[in-house]
């Protein structure tokens, strides 16, 4: 009954009011058995004393009781006390049709209130929530826009989620295509929290296993019999329960947002619904915050990549074409002055031919290494042919009849194959790699599959970095899928220009190249 207690019902509250107003008229006439002298000095003090005692019922218990109080105290005041009073007694059956009309009145109109005012504050509540939340995400943007660094940005957004949702502790898992996480931030009210850089298998028991399997919010009350190692360290912290969700960068889940309770109690319901909320709010910030690292990480290694190969070619160059036209003019100049003493100059001459096709040739290997001359000449469809010929891993190819496409997308795709084949052969243990081309109105998807032993991951320097630096360079994305035991399976797409009007044929599958 008390604003500190847990309501009542509605119509139970309701109720208690009118009764609660009825028990007091009672009193009151019991108090006015012996009619007080009629005087104005009297009248005034009797309804000061309501007046205080409607105060008080009001802050003790709550609108509705103070109301139906009242009006009781007026009624009685007004039967008994103010001319031309009523016999000091309940009153009969017409007078009692008349007090339950006015007390039914007043605990309706004492609920109507007592409603009015939670629903001001729930508003207020829900108002102040909304702006800590709004001052939160300004926190985030503003350290996203001074370009602070992507593990301060995620110390801070989980710092946030954990105090604005009221958690003992919070923490956000960085997912890895290998099956394990990373702890990548971590906060408590207590201080004892996971360790940023902790990385784990998600086998067992635990949210972000749930996460990761579902895409959706997942919740656990208890982790006193749970398995794996996650669920072994959430109890090393004390933690009870969890709820957690994904958090979604680009359409891909990067992670998850897991808050917990050290309490007996379990997290409260709906939670994971609010920390949903709070997520894709932040993960824009989370994505920039990344996505400018990996913008910075990829632009340098792409000017690392130019220059290695300006100083290939000019180390092929000096070492291989420059010596060999060196030696053919020191050899046309030989021939001359032969020539000029009459002497038989079919030999040299057969040797400077010899030497300039072999020059051409040195050339146009060269040139294939910047930029393969089938693709030029013929597209992707035989280009990629090569490619599964020289494998040194069977490949099979479903690339159908697709035409022309534009040249940045023609080289995009053959050298994403060609980097893929290679990453297989040299890493991934497989007996046969499946090579399928697709295209659409408005892009081409790529997808490379193995069955070899899986585990691929960007962060442990498999090969992918690359890849996804030249996909990303022509504006697509790049998926991997690489369970451990399973095999890889790469997806690049990339999109068609605007004006670009691929030539699609009959799909037909080439078989093993």
Do not use: C
């Not at 894709?280 to 690392?304: G, K, M, P």
């Not at 290997?365 to 469809?381: D, F, K, V, Y």
């Not at 998807?445 to 030249?470: N, P």
């Not at 697509?476 to 044929?505: F, H, Y």
């Amino acid at each position: 009954m008390t604003r500190l207690g847990t309501p009542p019902p509605r119509g139970v509250e309701m109720t208690l009011a009118f009764l609660v107003g009825a028990a007091w008229f009672a009193t009151t006439t019991v108090l006015l058995a012996k009619p007080l002298p009629e005087s104005l000095a009297v009248s005034l003090a009797m309804i000061a004393f309501d007046v205080g005692l409607v105060v008080v019922v009001a802050r003790v218990w709550d609108i509705a009781y103070a109301v139906t109080i009242g009006v009781a105290s007026v009624v009685a005041l007004d039967w008994y006390f103010i001319p031309p009073t009523h016999d000091v007694e309940l009153p009969d059956a017409r007078n009692m049709l008349a007090l339950v009309s006015y007390l039914l009145m007043a605990s309706l109109l004492g609920e109507l209130a007592v409603r009015a005012r939670r629903l001001a504050v729930r508003a207020e509540v829900a108002r102040s929530a909304l702006a800590d939340e709004q001052a939160a995400l300004r926190r985030v943007a503003t350290l996203v826009a001074r370009q602070t660094a992507p593990d301060e940005v995620f110390a801070v957004v989980t710092e946030e989620v954990g105090r604005h949702l009221r958690a003992d502790l919070a923490t956000m898992v960085r997912y890895h295509t290998d099956g394990t996480a990373t702890v990548v931030a971590a906060w408590s009210t207590s201080g004892a929290r996971a360790t940023p850089g902790t990385r784990l298998s998600l086998e067992g028991d635990n949210v972000a296993e749930m996460v990761h399997r579902t895409r959706r919010p997942a919740r656990m009350d208890s982790f006193e019999h749970a398995r794996g190692p996650w669920a072994a360290s959430l109890r090393e912290l004390g933690v009870r329960s969890s709820a957690g969700s994904p958090i979604t960068v680009d359409g891909t889940v990067w992670g998850v947002m897991v808050v917990s309770s050290r309490s007996d109690l379990p997290v409260p319901e709906g939670i994971e619904t609010r920390l949903g909320e709070f997520t894709e709010l932040v993960a824009t910030a989370v994505a920039n915050a990344q996505a400018r690292t990996d913008l910075i990480s990829s632009r340098s290694r792409l000017v690392r990549a130019a220059d290695e190969s300006r100083r290939r070619i000019e180390r092929d160059l000096h070492d291989g074409v420059q010596q060999r036209l060196v030696g053919l003019a020191l050899n046309v100049r030989l021939t001359r002055e032969m020539a000029r003493d009459g002497t038989d100059i079919t030999p040299q001459l057969t040797e400077v031919e010899t030497s300039l096709v072999s020059a051409v040739d040195e050339l146009r290997e060269l040139s294939h290494g910047i930029h393969p001359a089938i693709l030029t000449e013929g597209g992707l469809r035989p280009a990629l042919g090569v490619l599964g010929r020289r494998s040194g891993v069977p490949v099979e190819l479903d690339i159908g009849a697709v035409g022309r496409l534009a040249a940045p997308v023609e080289v995009g795709v053959y050298y994403v194959t060609s980097e893929a084949l290679t990453n297989i052969a040299k890493h991934a243990g497989a007996s046969v790699v499946r090579v399928a081309l697709e295209v659409t109105e408005t892009d081409v998807r790529l997808t490379v599959a193995d069955d070899g032993v899986g585990g691929a991951d960007r962060d442990r320097g498999s090969g992918l970095t690359g890849l996804e630096d030249r996909v990303h360079a022509l504006g697509g994305r790049l998926e991997v899928s690489s369970p451990p035991g399973v095999g890889t399976t790469i997806v690049a797409v990339l999109p068609l220009p605007r004006d670009e009007s691929p030539g699609i044929g009959d799909q037909e599958t080439d078989g093993v190249a």
